[in-house]
C-alpha cells in the first residue's frame, strides 16, 4: 500500500529478487475475488476460497491495526503508520513480477513514475539508463527511505523521489509509463475517478499504464480497499483506455497468491488525439 493525503497512499516497497522467466499468457477480464482486510465471517455453505480468505485476514492482525488507526486520525495518518513501522503492504522487496518485466525488457523506456512509492524498491528495481523513474509519496518518512535504500546503488541515478501528493502534483515532463501498485486500493473508492484523470494527464498520448490490481477481494471497509477489474474499467474506459492484457500475477508473493492480477493499458488512438 501507500501513504495517502485525502485519500492518497505510500506503499513501502520491495528489495530486488532473482525472478525466473515465467510466460504470461493474456486472459480475459475475470473477476475473481479473494483477498480482503475486513472481512464478515463466512457463513454457512461459503465455499474455501471465502473461507481462506476470512482466515488469512484474521491471521494478521496489522491490517486491522492499520485501519483503525486510519480512522482514528483525523490527517498525518499515513504518517503515523510510517512512524510505528505499521507498514503492512510492505513486501521489504520489489514485486518480483516488476523485475521479471524489467529483466526481460518488457516495460517501456523513457521516463516512469511510481506513485505511492513507499520505499521505493519498485523504483529502484525499473531504473536504468534507458528509464528515468521518478517515485512519489506523500509521507516524509517514505522518502527519506527511499532514498537512503537509493543512495549507494549503481543506478541512483537514474531515479529520484519526491514529496507531493499525486492529486495536486502537476509534473514539468509527462511520462511514457506509470505503474501503480497498492495506490488505487488505497484511496477511498469515491476518488477512483480523479486518480483515473490523473493517469491520463501525467501519460504521454502513447504512454503505457500498468496496474498489479489487489487486492482482488470481496472484504468490506479499507484501506486498502477491494479491487476487482471491473473497478479499473469503470474510471479509465472513460479516459480512453482499453486493457492490452490481464493476467494472473503467477509471481505473487506468499498469501497474495491467487490475488492480484496484472493489468496492461493504453489509450486508443481516437482518445490520444484529443
Known amino acids: 500500500m501507500r501513504t495517502v493525503s485525502r485519500g492518497l497512499i505510500s506503499n513501502a516497497h520491495r528489495l530486488s529478487v532473482s525472478i525466473p522467466n515465467i510466460l504470461q499468457q493474456p486472459i480475459s477480464s475475470v473477476r475473481t475475488r479473494s483477498f480482503g482486510i475486513r472481512a464478515t465471517k463466512p457463513k454457512m455453505g461459503k465455499n474455501r476460497e471465502e473461507v481462506e480468505n476470512y482466515n488469512f485476514i484474521k491471521s494478521d492482525p496489522r491490517w486491522n491495526k492499520l485501519q483503525q488507526l486510519m480512522h482514528s486520525e483525523s490527517s498525518g495518518g499515513w504518517e503515523k503508520c510510517w512512524e510505528e513501522g505499521l507498514t503492512p503492504w510492505d513486501l521489504g522487496?520489489?514485486?518480483?513480477?516488476?523485475?521479471?518485466?524489467?529483466?526481460?525488457?518488457?516495460?517501456p523506456k523513457g521516463r516512469a513514475l511510481v506513485p505511492g512509492c513507499g520505499t521505493g524498491y519498485d523504483v529502484v528495481a525499473m531504473a536504468s539508463p534507458e528509464r528515468y523513474v521518478v517515485?512519489?509519496?506523500?509521507?516524509?518518512?517514505?522518502?527519506?527511505?527511499?532514498?537512503?535504500?537509493?543512495?549507494?546503488?549503481?543506478?541512483?541515478?537514474?531515479?529520484?523521489?519526491?514529496?507531493?501528493?499525486?492529486?495536486?502534483?502537476?509534473?514539468?515532463?509527462?511520462?511514457?509509463?506509470?505503474?501503480?501498485?497498492?495506490?488505487?486500493c488505497a484511496i477511498e473508492p469515491e476518488m477512483r475517478a480523479a486518480w483515473a484523470q490523473k493517469i491520463k494527464d501525467f501519460l504521454k498520448p502513447d504512454g503505457e499504464l500498468i496496474t498489479l490490481m489487489f487486492p482482488i477481494s470481496d472484504h468490506v471497509g479499507g484501506p486498502p480497499y477491494k479491487v476487482s477489474v471491473s473497478d479499473y474499467e469503470e474510471v479509465l474506459h472513460p479516459m480512453g483506455f482499453q486493457a492490452i492484457s490481464i493476467v494472473d500475477n503467477k509471481l505473487a508473493i506468499g498469501p497474495r497468491k491467487g490475488r492480484e492480477k496484472l493489468g496492461r493499458w493504453k489509450r486508443s488512438v481516437r482518445h490520444s488525439l484529443l
Do not use: R
Not at 522487496?93 to 516495460?107: E, F, M, R
Not at 519526491?162 to 515532463?173: I, S
Open 135 to 184: 517515485g512519489l509519496d506523500i509521507s516524509d518518512i517514505a522518502i527519506k527511505k527511499a532514498e537512503e535504500l537509493s543512495s549507494s546503488l549503481p543506478n541512483a541515478k537514474f531515479v529520484s523521489f519526491l514529496k507531493a501528493d499525486f492529486f495536486t502534483w502537476c509534473p514539468t515532463e509527462l511520462f511514457d509509463l506509470i505503474f501503480d501498485y497498492t495506490f488505487f
Open 93 to 107: 522487496q520489489p514485486a518480483p513480477i516488476i523485475v521479471h518485466l524489467h529483466q526481460s525488457g518488457a516495460l
